[in-house]
């Protein structure tokens, strides 16, 4: 087709995907620390927020009745001021760094702590002012994020305005309450507020954060011709390659070791080579090699060998003819069959309680 090495249809590679999490790029959205940031503060200013406000009030309160007192100084003033800060400080460093931790939070949650220096790398192209100006106005991200804070602002504001509207006719019955009960019913009204917007932010986090997604992943798909070389490019890593590789022999390894038990007879060097012969009359023309190895394989093969009651046999020339000319799951060559059928007659004659012993 045409089309195929142009158009980005294919899924991301695994290399792709990986390659571009170092640059730092993963699905993100700026809406989701905005909505966790303003959902805890209102957990926490609904849990601590009166006691907070009292203990600023009542700082402000010593403050107000020592300067009405007419005995106030210059080193006093500057001790109020000091003392009203380190207390006011004390009262809102836990909110400060609760609002801190959850907004490192929101953003660890999108994709995780990443650390990349690809951001900080100079590039000339950034310092283009003409090229910054229309990447920002013209590019369809800029829009649909201009987009996205105009229709945010607009229900904030008609949220904002229904909240308002509702609580009239108690804002005008609250000139009969006390300083004290308006102080209540304005932090009420805020905090209904507050809890509405933070509704609206919640929805608009997750709405933002799946659209943020499926553009994160259109934008990483690939052509077809791209696909084949970064799999060309994967399976040429030598690491990966020398990987594999060392996967493949471990699993055939394991094979092998798993047919010791199926074999008729075990012919060793005697101690360098040992390989394992199964002859089945029905299935196989002529005794099949299921396992061979030298040194620890070797060693590996006898011992189960001893542990299945396997007969050992030693023959030095045979061993070592078997072990460079067939392959395992091979049938022998011909040139091999007198000597295997030797050494598989005399096992057939042998005594059951020799199987297990090295039988020389």
Avoid at 302 to 315: F, M, V, Y
Wanted: charged letters at 25%; glycine letters at 6%.
């Amino acid at each position: 087709m045409p089309g195929d090495k142009g158009e980005r249809t294919e899924a991301p590679t695994p290399r792709r995907r990986r390659d571009a999490r170092k640059k730092g790029q993963i699905p993100r959205s700026r809406e989701i620390p905005s909505a966790v940031i303003l959902l805890g503060s209102l957990m926490f200013l609904y849990v601590l927020g009166f006691n907070g406000v009292k203990a600023v009030f009542s700082v402000m309160h010593q403050s107000f009745t020592l300067c009405g007192s007419g005995k106030l100084e210059t080193s006093i003033f500057l001790d109020i001021v000091r003392e009203n800060l380190i207390h006011t400080l004390l009262i809102i460093s836990p909110f400060l760094l609760f609002i801190l931790g959850i907004g490192f939070a929101g953003n660890i949650l999108q994709g995780g702590l990443i650390f990349t220096t690809e951001k900080l790398k100079f590039d000339i192209k950034k310092l283009n002012p003409v090229q910054g100006i229309s990447k920002i106005m013209l590019s369809k991200r800029s829009l649909g994020e201009l987009a996205k804070n105009l229709l945010k602002l607009g229900l904030i504001f008609y949220i904002s305005f229904i909240t308002i509207r509702s609580s009239l006719p108690e804002i005008f019955n609250s000139t009969n309450l006390s300083i004290a009960g308006i102080f209540v019913f304005l932090l009420n009204t805020i905090f209904k507020l507050f809890f509405r917007i933070c509704i609206l932010i919640i929805a608009l986090a997750v709405i933002d954060y799946y659209l943020q997604k499926r553009l994160f992943e259109e934008n990483l798909k690939m052509t077809k011709q791209e696909v084949k070389e970064d799999l060309k490019q994967t399976e040429g890593d030598p690491k990966v390659k020398g990987k594999i590789r060392s996967m493949q022999r471990q699993l055939s390894f394991r094979r092998m070791m798993q047919r010791v038990p199926e074999a008729d007879v075990v012919i060793t060097n005697p101690d360098h080579l040992a390989i394992a012969l199964k002859y089945e009359r029905t299935n196989n023309n002529a005794p099949i090699v299921i396992a061979k190895g030298k040194n620890n394989i070797a060693e590996k093969i006898r011992e189960i060998a001893r542990q299945h009651a396997i007969p050992i046999i030693e023959d030095k020339p045979l061993a070592q003819a078997l072990y460079k000319i067939v392959e395992i799951g091979s049938e022998i060559p011909e040139t091999l069959y007198k000597a295997v059928a030797e050494v598989l007659a005399y096992v057939y004659r042998i005594n059951k309680r020799n199987y297990g012993q090295e039988i020389l």
